[in-house]
């Protein structure tokens, strides 16, 4: 099918999105970039597509368990569109938010250029090799050279395709860089193109919008002469008491900046940005517009969990939802660029980011990583990475690498400088940092390079402490911590904590037999830390601007210290399916004001065990805990403590714990004792849902006994079928081996629950979910997707 294009255009600039009518093949096919090539066989899709998320997990992936163990290969991907009637007359570019990986691109045969990087945006300039009528384009995907990461990449156009169309004198793709100061000064750098081999005068306007569209402030108008090389002008504005961006209040203003031609609009290019101002100190930490606050942060991998890498905004969304409820302020997107609406959400929601170019240098952590392009692509991936993200009022720092090797060498002092001034050269605005793991400075070559803004290091939390007095006057983030393992909903105590795997020599040989790490926060990584040892440290000193733990999410990969079939890690304070962990709510007790109370574990167990009762709380004096109506005793945080703690002789029946604060109840929890399996339970995230044909409603199924409660260790297979405008785009149960597909219609639940994402149609209606089990009593859900 051809795809057209809108009409001429009436608009100075169009930005269309190009996700509609590609075919694929998964293969190497070199006749395909060829217009006459016939892909009738071909099997047609939208994007963003991820071809890894649809395969089959196997131990003999080339991209190992390490990075998913799901397969990788050679894809190709093709489209035929009708060229816009004016083209000649316009510029056209293709804007690709990005493709894993090496993507390399055809239009009509001629070859428009590769990318190497899979995480860089890029564009191609299309207008000249259009024709009128059936254009073809075609894309080749190589991800074959394996293991190339460690984590699961993706692998396909998993991000979006724009085609823009403006005239031949506009500004420039990424073409504005505003930086505001908090007392309404604006500073505007337009960057315009011109691609009519002519020199030509225009006239440029900028305006200043307010959220609700109101124009607040607009400059006069500025003639600019611009031959072939294009111009670049400055603009400055001002914006009488402006509303400050803020994490809890994220205020954006609309820059609309205009070119005239003969009195005619010719541009009108359109960029959000915020107000606010923010500082890191040596002593004091972080604040933002003069308050002083901790970057309460964690880091991200860019999978979506069952969805892939295929980038879905209403996903990203929902875990940052899950996240900000946690009382998270800041992302750290460890370790490449993200999605542009990504940042977009993060300036909407309101979380700082640090935004991270690259995992590795020039010397390699896997055979075929990004190394082998880093001598020839980095200045081009780092610039763009600069360009493309330097107006969202959310990112606050730039970060040029994690743990790269070359700390430990004298190669990292050049790289280092070389790399702060290319950052440098584009945005001043914003602090340097780099995630370091050498711990001596006198050995650490990034360090050295003496040019870095903030001394960035990863784990090593005892070492806080000393900070300032070894490094007096060096501002500090603790750029990745923790690394703590759990699973969701198994529970298994420890005399001590333990580190798996004990060393970097010891072969991991304990905890395989269920393949899942106690949810008691007792077992880390051995360079990381519990989330009880990490925050204890963090929070008490004021030096620490804030922690990034490792990670929000469980993500696709780096399983460690598990064998396989374990496929995913274990790291996330939220499983992969997005249900919380238990040190979910010691984050929230910790860092929300919201009143919490959360008790761990459930309450199935064999009689006459002594099982631990833990609590996390806050906004309380104590907390009594009751089994069977009798009080257990009351207990309260004492010294630095994060949670409390009973020994409990089990006996079937409730566990009940009420916090108080002044003898007065504040809160109060439950677990029962939960019988067989009788029935299943579907709760949706949302129920309505717009008929996009790319919005989701997420599913909660819980397996409960006849008395409503989840049993946990329900492992129940699960049907789904689903009738109506939508579809099953992923189901998952978060544990971190199981081997099913995320592309199904059915699942197993995991200690209790599973997870269903409907995806809608671009009809509306209603989508009904219907969910049956072997025995148990089946249950339907229906959701509303309207335009
Ligand atoms: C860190 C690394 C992360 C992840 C983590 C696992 O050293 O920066 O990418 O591998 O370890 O603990």
């Known amino acids: 099918m051809t795809t057209a294009l809108p009409k001429p255009i009436s608009e100075p600039r169009t930005r269309t999105n190009f996700n509609k009518n590609w075919k694929f093949l998964l293969g190497d096919e070199p006749a395909a970039k060829s217009p006459a090539f016939i892909d009738t066989k071909w099997r047609k899709l939208t994007l963003p597509h991820d071809w890894g998320i649809e395969g089959k997990f196997d131990e003999k992936n080339p991209a190992k368990p390490e990075g998913g163990g799901l397969p990788t290969g050679i894809g190709w991907y093709r489209k035929e569109f009708i060229a816009p009637v004016d083209f000649q007359n316009r510029l056209i570019t293709i804007e690709f938010d990005g493709v894993y990986k090496n993507s390399e691109v055809w239009i009509n045969g001629k070859y428009l250029g590769k990318r190497p990087y899979g995480y860089s945006s890029f564009a191609y300039e299309i207008s000249q090799y259009l024709k009128t009528g059936k254009n073809i384009i075609a894309v080749k995907v190589d991800n074959s050279a394996q293991p190339d990461s460690r984590w699961y990449s993706g692998s396909g156009i998993y991000r979006n395709i724009w085609l823009t169309s403006t005239a031949k004198v506009a500004v420039s793709n990424w073409g504005t860089f505003i930086t505001a100061d908090n007392s309404g000064k604006v500073e505007i750098q337009t960057q315009i193109q011109n691609k009519t081999l002519k020199l030509q005068t225009v006239v440029l306007i900028n305006s200043v919008y307010s959220t609700t569209g109101k124009l607040l402030v607009k400059s006069k108008a500025q003639t600019a002469k611009t031959d072939t090389s294009g111009a670049i002008l400055k603009a400055n504005l001002e914006i009488k008491n402006p509303v400050l961006w803020s994490v809890e209040n994220p205020y954006q203003y609309k820059l609309v900046t205009q070119i005239f031609q003969n009195g005619k609009v010719i541009d009108s290019y359109h960029t959000k940005f915020g107000v606010r101002s923010f500082n890191f100190d040596a002593q004091k930490g972080f604040s933002l517009n003069g308050k002083p606050m901790k970057i309460l942060g964690v880091c991200l991998h860019h999978d979506l969990g069952a969805l892939g890498a295929a980038v879905n905004v209403r996903a990203m969304e929902r875990q940052l939802e899950i996240m900000k409820k946690m009382g998270v302020n800041a992302i750290r997107t460890s370790h490449n660029p993200p999605a542009p609406e990504f940042l977009d959400l993060c300036d909407k929601m309101g979380f700082l980011v640090m935004d991270e170019a690259f995992d590795m240098w020039a010397k390699k952590k896997t055979k075929n990583d990004y190394h082998l392009n880093y001598p020839e692509w980095h200045k081009r991936d780092l610039e763009d990475m600069i360009k493309r993200d330097r107006n969202h009022p959310s990112i606050i720092l730039w970060s040029i690498g994690n743990e790269i090797r070359e700390q430990f060498d004298s190669t990292g002092l050049a790289i280092t400088k070389k790399l702060v001034r290319i950052v440098k050269n584009l945005d001043k605005t914003r602090p340097v940092i780099s995630a370091l793991t050498e711990t001596d400075a006198k050995k650490n070559f990034i360090y050295q390079a003496n040019a870095l803004d903030i001394y960035g290091l990863n784990y090593n939390h005892k070492l806080y402490k000393d900070f300032p007095k070894n490094y007096p006057g060096i501002k500090f983030l603790a750029t990745e911590t923790t690394s703590a393992l759990e699973t969701r909903g198994f529970y298994d105590t420890a005399d001590s904590i333990r580190r798996w795997p004990k060393d970097g020599k010891t072969k991991f040989m304990e905890g395989n037999k269920e393949l ?133 002789n089990y006996e079937p029946g409730t566990l009940k714990a009420v916090s108080r604060k002044n003898g007065k109840d504040v809160l109060t929890r439950e677990v029962k004792t939960a019988g067989a399996p009788a029935k299943i339970e579907l709760i949706a995230d949302r129920k309505n849902i717009k008929a996009d044909g790319k919005d989701l409603s997420f599913i909660t199924v819980r397996i409960l006994d006849a008395a409503g409660n989840v049993v946990p260790s329900a492992d129940n297979m699960v049907d789904f079928k689903l009738e109506g405008n939508g579809l099953i785009a992923g189901v998952d149960n978060g544990f971190q081996a ?50």
């Open 516 to 648: 899942s790490a106690s949810s008691y926060d007792n077992v880390s990584a051995y360079w990381g830390s519990t989330h009880e040892e990490t925050w204890k440290e963090a929070k008490k000193y004021d030096h620490v601007s804030g922690l990034f733990v490792w990670t929000g999410f469980d993500y696709l990969g780096e399983p460690l210290p598990y064998p396989w079939p374990a496929r995913s890690s274990y790291f996330g304070i939220v499983d992969l399916a997005g249900f919380p962990k238990d040190s979910y709510y010691m984050y929230q007790s910790e860092w929300t004001d919201k009143p919490v109370l959360h008790i761990l574990p459930h309450w199935n167990w064999e009689p006459g065990k002594s099982v631990e009762v833990w609590a996390y709380y806050n906004n309380a004096d104590e907390v009594e805990l009751y089994l069977n109506g009798k009080s257990l005793g009351k207990k309260s945080k004492q010294n630095d403590d994060l949670h409390i703690q009973w020994n409990v």
């Open 738 to 787: 199981s081997l099913e597909p995320f592309k199904a219609n059915y699942r197993k639940a995991f200690h209790g629950l599973c997870l269903a994402i409907i995806q809608s149609t671009e009809k509306s209606g209603v989508v009904k979910l219907t969910a049956t089990s072997a025995g148990l009593t089946a249950t339907a859900i229906t959701i509303n997707s309207n335009k």
